[in-house]
């Protein structure tokens, strides 16, 4: 699709004009720190996508586990364990070049986000893996978050998708299978390797 260029905004002044200007509250509601409730929502969330963006381009990785998996040490800093996964370490690499990270914290049944954005740095210590340690196992890394922003998120999207109501969800039938999907994108890429 090629976008007619009369309708494209490039300004930041023409996406100011093009919406109203938020709420007063709206931009007071963010903090610099991690309050006891941003505490006790971290404490709840077994779910989260970092965002990080480096040379190859942009990446949100879901991260999840226990509720409370990411560890609150202080008001502004976090720790996330990262642990054996596919190794791609699109996040990780990424933060290695640039280390602004954005995460949103999902509550199964909440019908908001929780906001926090920070910079972050790769732990290896052993002890600090240890800490994390699942199945008997250390964390791979611990990623360090030093908190900048924190900011609960308007849940209109979670409720307009319908996120956490159970009659809604896909029926399993019509959702293709994983492992179908891997090998069809594998023999795609495969494919594009011999034509190029």
């Not at 509250?25 to 996508?49: E, G, H, M, N, W």
């Not at 049944?109 to 732990?123: H, T």
């Amino acid at each position: 699709m090629n976008p007619d260029a009369r309708y494209l905004l490039n300004e930041p002044a023409q996406l100011r004009e093009h919406y109203a200007q938020p709420n007063k509250a709206v931009v007071q509601k963010q903090i610099d720190c991690l309050d006891t409730y941003a505490q006790r929502l971290i404490a709840l969330s077994p779910f989260l996508i970092l965002g990080t963006q480096g040379a190859n381009g942009i990446d949100c990785s879901p991260k999840g586990g226990e509720p409370g998996f990411v560890h609150v040490e202080d008001e502004k800093t976090l720790l996330l364990p990262d642990r054996s996964g596919n190794n791609r370490l699109d996040g990780l690499s990424n933060i290695l070049q640039n280390p602004r990270v954005g995460m949103l914290f999902l509550i199964p049944g909440w019908s908001e986000g929780f906001r926090v954005n920070g910079r972050a740095n790769i732990s290896i210590d052993p002890a600090l893996c240890r800490r994390f340690a699942l199945n008997q196992q250390p964390a791979k890394s611990v990623v360090i978050i030093h908190v900048q922003e924190v900011f609960i998120h308007c849940g209109r999207a979670i409720s307009f998708a319908d996120l956490w109501n159970a009659d809604k969800y896909a029926d399993p039938a019509q959702v293709p299978n994983a492992l179908e999907i891997f090998k069809a994108h594998v023999a795609i890429s495969a494919n594009a390797s011999k034509t190029s």
